[in-house]
Every structure is written in structure tokens, then in C-alpha cells.
């Protein structure tokens, strides 16, 4: 119980390096400050470790921790306290966060070395991980939504840390205004919450959720989905996460890989309640999820740029988890969360000691051959390539295995899930080939580098392939945290405290086995396509897929058009509105009715003007006639 | 001393001011314009002066001596706006000065 009372410390921590590096921010210096956020995240996962210890010590019904805290609102019938809600689920995210983060931090000093403003991306560095922490560990959904916004804004603050290029400064732009709409949907989630529970309370919350009724929970459940879609790039809100790219590669590794984007999948497992009584909106979540995923691993076959490629395998990705909420494998989908974190943040990791070693060139077409130049990342890369293709014993096989096992079963009466269970298998070959083609295209192959660089690609220094090695070796073992065996489930058992939903298993072991295979056939299937494909490298820099796909493959690579169409039906209509305000209303009713209020005095005046002849016998002439006036109009009365 | 009725004086009253009037309107010269607003100034006083005997209230009497106290404030300003107009410009008229016109 008191090892549990540390939780405080876990987000008091990045806090505290956000404190000393702004306040220090004249003074530090590289790599001075790097450290020190660094060491902040390896307390804030110290820390964590304590907590998980302390919870894991105590008996699983009573493992729900509220930590009071400070009251912060009071209106009314109206409560918000500062206070932290420590149960598995939280604790689970906060290990990951605070330890792959601990480690993309010691990376980003490797690679933000000799950047300008160094010490103010550590800042936004920690002052994300304390928000993101905020948001995993509040214990109602106002704190959670603090945390939420708090990501949100160091989301842009990063994207855009390189603001001189335009195009980061416009992708910041794009991602904070597209995840407006969701925070929209998290804002009419929280009012009906309060409207029908009267309070925001995250377990009484959840634990008074079955009196809602069907329409209403099913409402709330929808609007937590909008809310997790904006954040967690799922169905046409995704546009902005391709562009968010543009910021510095350990960004995306830590915000647009691992834990941000994920916050959309915790916030519906956490709200679980409220899709089990709308079933309607599970639906939604699980079908959405499974094409954004086959959406986005069609758009990645045909992409170039190294990032991006790993930008729409995670929005894929991420698809893969909602599908597991939508059909009620919740443990699954934190599975999946878990072990993604691990591998796709190598892949991003990777990506960038890639762009550390090649003058920053993002183009897959001028790499190639660069094993031999950089044989840690190389290797580290290619676990993780393994690992997300679902090979095994990798850590993405058996969590993307639990999530199609899940799929097919069924549960929670989701409508066609074998269909679902399709366009995701279907989805698993294309993710293997398209992350094959990426590894052939990098490491193997022609050196295709060689008249564009000036120096030979270098390995990066230790900073930077020591956290490759840990997540190496997380992203091959990740996956024994739940292995699909009784008494190996530790993860599902874990989590029962914060999820009591019976998790979706297969009928026998038989029905398992030939799932399992399936997946890694066709894992199988999408590798030797991509090894038969990009063996020989590329010739005259043409991509044999790109060519055999032909306008298909114009398509994919346009992002389904998907882009365009929100320009034509936002955009548009937005700016024809613009139009008419500007135009006929401002300047013609507004701007005229101002206007023509002055011209009619102005005429006036110009009348009334002549009046005033400045001659003064004319004034005395007026004053006489006036005067007379009066004296006859008393003369005729008869009275004075 | 023959009793000379009210309304004779009531009338020179009339005639002096209807002369000022007049020529205040008709004259351009500043001065004479000046000379004009004295006359119509004493044609009322006169006409005060006359009601007060006749209706034998003092009052009359009394609001003369305010009359003449203004009007010779009036003419110690006037005089020194002629003046100084005078300076500025040679043998100019009244209607000259119309700055103020709209």
C-alpha cells in the first residue's frame, strides 16, 4: 500500500526535469540537459517499478488504488480532485511509457547532438512524458482529458520543433486542428457522463455504467471513440499523422510510435463499461479498426519515405488494437499495445540512425546495402521487422495472434467477424511485405547512396544503439509477458483487477494451433514476396511494386484520396462560407449599414453647412426675424 | 413742465432701436455697426426707464444699471476685437471677416 503511495512520484518526476530545465534553460547546455531529463524518466521507471511491485504484492480484488489528492474544482454538486487512479491497467501503460521513454530520451541525445534549442526539446521531451503520465494515471476523466490536451500540445510543440520549415510548422498545424475533433467528442462524452452518473469519477464512473441505459452508454462509448480516433489516427482522422513526421525522428518514435498515439486504445479499455452495455458502438470501433488497417498498410507499400512507410504501419497497427476492443479483447489489445511500443519504437529509432548516418536523406530509393555500414542497426531493425511480420517466437507474433484469435472467435456479438478476421490476416500479409521491402530497400540491395552522399554511411555512436539493443531484445522477448498457455497469461491475469471481462479465447488448442499457422503463413507468404522482389535492389530507381501496381498503386500512394476529400468536404464548404461572411455580409450588410449611417449625415451636413455664412450681419439679420417671430407669434396669442 | 404721455417715449424707444436695427444690417463698417448695437442698447434702456415711471416699479430702473454695466464691458471688448482687426488690415469691412463660414 505504501509502495503504491509512490505513484506521486511517477509524473513528479518529468515534472521536476521540466521545472529545472526551464528554469535552468540559460545555463545547461548540451549534453547537460539531455541528461538530466534522461534521468528524470529512469526515476519516473524506478518509480514505477516500486509501484508495480507494491500493487502486485497485494490480493487482485483489491489492486484498484484512488489516490486522493488535492481537491481542484468545486461548482455545485461538482467535483474534481487531482488524484490518481493505480490499478494494473495504469501501471501496465505507465512501464512502458516511462521505460521505452527513458530510453528514446538517452537516444535523443545521440541525436539531437549539435541542434540548436537542445535543451528546450528535453523540456518538451519531459514535459510530454509528465502529460502523457497525467493522462494514464488520472483518476477521473478531467484529469485524464488535462493529460490528454497536455499530449496533444507537446504533439505540436515537437512536430513543429523544426518550425524554420514550413512544412513542420504546417504539420503541427494539421495535427493540433485534426485532433481538435476528437478532444470535441472526449468533451460531449465527459458532459453526458456527468448529465447521467453525475460525476467524473473514473470508477464510480464505470462501476455505475450498467444503469445507462443502451442508447446513452452507447452515445458515451461513441463519443469516446471520436475522441480516441483523433488521437489515436483511426479512420479519416488519420491524415495527420503521415505529415507529423516531420518532426525530429525520436518524436515520432516516443509520441507517433509508442505512446501517444496509443492513449486512444487506453482511454476505450479504460471506458470498457460503457461499450459492453452499447454494443452498437463496438461495432464501429472493431470495423473501423480493421480497414484503417488494411487502409494504411495498402498506402505503406508504395511509400519511399523511410518514416513515413513506419507512419502508416502504426496507424495499420493501431487499427490491429481497435479491432481487438471493438470485438472485447481488451487484454489483447494492450498486449498488442505493448509489445508495438517495443518494435515499431525501434523501427523509428532505426529509421533515425539510418537518417543520423546518411545527411539526414529520408529516401528509401538512394539507400540500400547499408548493412554493411551500420550492422547494430541493421540487426536491431530487422528484430523488429520479424517482430511486428508476426513470425515466431517475435513479441508481435503472439499478440497480433491473440488479436485475430480474438477476431475469429467473435464475442460481443460483433456482426461478420470472420470478414473482420479476413481484411486482418489479410492486412498481416501486407505488413510483411511492405516492412520487408522497407528492410531490402534499406540494408539490402544496390548502394544506390553513392553519387548522392558526400561521406560513407556511419554506424551512430553508443548513445544511440544501446536503446536499439534494449528494445532489440524487448521486441524478440516482449512476448513472453502472455504467452497463449495456462499459467503463462501473466499479462491477462494482471489485468482481470482493471478489466474484469472474461478475454475472448479459442474453443481448443486444435482451432488455436491453425490460426496461429495461418498468421504466420502469411507472414511467411509476405516476406519471400518482398525478398524475391527487392533482392536485386532497385533498377534505374523504379520500385517493381510501384510499377506492377500501376494506378492501384497511384491511388495508395495519394492516401486513398483520403486527404483531398476531407480538403473538398471541410475545407471547401469552409471557405465558401468564408466567402459569403467576407463579401455580401461584412462588406456589403455590415460594412454598408456603417457606411450608409455616415453618408446620411454627411449629406446632411454638407446642407446644413451652407447655413453658416460667417457673415456676421447675416446672424444678425437671423436673430432679428427670430426675435420678431416670437414677438408676433405673442402678439397673436395675447399673452406674454 | 407739461406731462409728456408714456407711449411718446415708448415710441422715440421704437424708432431708435428700428434705426439701429436697421442699420446694423445695412452698414459694413465695423465700427458703425458698433455704434448701432449702442443705439438699440439705449432705445431699450429708455424703454425701461419709461415703464418704471409708469407703472412706477423700481425694477426697471434697476435692470438699466445692469444693461449699462454689460454694455460697456461690451464695449471695451468690441473695441479692442475692432482695434486689432484694424491693425491687421486696411479699411477692411465686416463682411471681410468670415472665416467661420461653412
Known sequence: ?640 | MTNVPGAWYLTVAAVIFCIGAVGLLVRRNALVMFMCVELMLNAVNLTFVTFARMLDDIGGQVFVFFTLVVAAAEVVIGLALIVSIFRRRQGATADDISLLRG
Open chain 1, 1 to 640: 500500500m505504501d509502495a503504491v503511495r509512490l505513484a506521486w512520484l511517477i509524473p513528479g518526476f518529468p515534472l521536476a526535469g521540466v521545472v529545472i530545465l526551464y528554469l535552468g534553460r540559460r545555463f545547461l547546455k548540451e549534453p547537460l540537459s539531455g541528461w538530466i531529463a534522461t534521468l528524470m524518466m529512469a526515476g519516473a521507471f524506478v518509480m514505477s517499478v516500486v509501484v508495480y511491485s507494491g500493487l502486485h504484492s497485494l490480493p487482485d480484488e483489491n489492486r484498484q488504488v484512488a489516490l486522493k489528492g488535492v481537491e481542484w474544482i468545486r461548482a455545485g454538486g461538482f467535483s474534481a480532485r487531482f488524484g490518481l487512479l493505480v490499478d494494473p491497467l495504469s501501471v501496465t501503460m505507465v512501464l512502458f511509457v516511462t521505460g521505452v521513454g527513458a530510453l528514446i530520451h538517452m537516444y535523443s541525445i545521440g541525436y539531437m547532438h549539435g541542434q540548436e534549442r537542445f535543451t528546450r526539446f528535453f523540456t518538451y521531451l519531459n514535459l510530454f512524458a509528465f502529460s502523457m503520465l497525467v493522462l494514464v494515471l488520472g483518476g477521473n476523466y478531467l484529469l485524464l482529458f488535462l493529460g490528454w490536451e497536455g499530449v496533444g500540445l507537446c504533439s505540436y510543440l515537437l512536430v513543429s520543433f523544426w518550425f524554420e520549415r514550413p512544412s513542420a510548422a504546417r504539420a503541427g498545424k494539421k495535427a493540433f486542428v485534426t485532433n481538435r475533433v476528437g478532444d470535441f467528442g472526449f468533451m460531449l462524452a465527459m458532459f453526458l457522463i456527468f448529465s447521467h452518473l453525475g460525476t467524473l469519477d473514473i470508477l464510480s464512473a464505470l462501476s455505475s455504467a450498467p444503469q445507462l441505459g443502451r442508447g446513452t452508454a452507447t452515445a458515451v462509448a461513441l463519443l469516446l471513440y471520436l475522441a480516441a480516433a483523433g488521437k489515436s489516427a483511426q479512420g479519416p482522422l488519420f491524415i495527420w499523422l503521415p505529415d507529423a513526421m516531420e518532426g525530429p525522428t525520436p518524436v515520432s518514435a516516443l509520441i507517433h510510435a509508442a505512446t501517444m498515439v496509443t492513449a486512444g486504445v487506453y482511454l476505450l479499455v479504460r471506458s470498457h463499461p460503457f461499450l459492453e452495455h452499447g454494443p452498437a458502438a463496438g461495432d464501429v470501433v472493431a470495423w473501423v479498426g480493421a480497414f484503417t488497417a488494411f487502409v494504411a498498410a495498402t498506402i505503406a507499400l508504395t511509400n519511399f519515405d523511410i518514416k513515413r512507410v513506419l507512419a502508416y504501419s502504426t496507424i495499420s497497427q493501431l487499427g490491429y488494437m481497435f479491432l481487438a476492443v471493438g470485438v472485447g479483447a481488451y487484454t489483447a489489445a494492450i498486449f498488442h499495445m505493448v509489445t508495438h511500443a517495443f518494435f515499431k519504437a525501434l523501427l523509428f529509432l532505426g529509421a533515425g540512425s539510418v537518417m543520423h548516418g546518411m545527411e539526414d536523406n529520408q529516401d528509401m530509393r538512394v539507400m540500400g546495402g547499408l548493412r554493411k555500414f551500420m550492422p547494430i542497426t541493421a540487426l536491431t531493425f530487422m528484430v523488429a521487422w520479424l517482430a511486428i511480420s508476426g513470425i515466431v517466437p517475435f513479441a508481435g507474433f503472439w499478440s497480433k495472434d491473440e488479436i485475430l484469435a480474438a477476431t475469429w472467435v467473435g464475442g460481443a456479438g460483433v456482426s461478420a467477424h470472420y470478414f473482420l478476421w479476413f481484411v486482418g490476416a489479410v492486412t498481416a500479409l501486407l505488413t510483411a511485405f511492405y516492412m520487408t521491402r522497407q528492410v531490402w530497400m534499406v540494408f539490402y540491395g544496390n548502394e544506390r547512396w553513392r553519387e548522392k552522399l558526400h561521406h560513407d554511411p556511419h554506424e551512430s555512436p553508443k548513445l544511440m544503439t544501446i536503446p536499439l539493443v534494449a528494445l532489440g531484445v524487448l521486441s524478440f522477448a516482449g512476448g513472453a509477458i502472455n504467452l497463449p498457455k495456462e499459467g503463462f497469461k501473466n499479462l491477462t491475469e494482471w489485468l482481470h483487477a482493471a478489466v474484469p471481462v472474461k478475454p475472448l479465447e479459442v474453443h481448443s488448442f486444435g482451432q488455436g494451433f491453425v490460426l496461429s499457422t495461418i498468421a504466420v503463413i502469411l507472414g511467411v507468404i509476405g516476406i519471400l514476396a518482398g525478398v524475391r522482389i527487392y533482392n536485386r535492389g532497385l533498377r534505374h530507381g523504379e520500385d517493381p511494386t510501384v510499377v506492377r501496381l500501376g494506378a492501384l498503386g497511384r491511388f495508395f500512394d495519394r492516401g486513398w484520396g483520403i486527404d483531398p476529400a476531407i480538403s473538398w468536404f471541410v475545407d471547401r464548404p469552409g471557405r465558401a462560407i468564408g466567402d459569403v461572411l467576407a463579401r455580401p455580409v461584412d462588406q456589403g450588410l455590415i460594412d454598408g449599414a456603417v457606411n450608409g449611417v455616415a453618408a446620411v449625415f454627411a449629406g446632411l451636413a454638407r446642407a446644413l453647412r451652407k447655413v453658416q455664412t460667417g457673415f456676421v450681419r447675416n446672424y444678425a439679420l437671423t436673430l432679428l426675424s427670430g426675435a420678431t417671430v416670437v414677438l408676433f407669434i405673442f402678439l397673436i396669442r395675447g399673452t406674454v
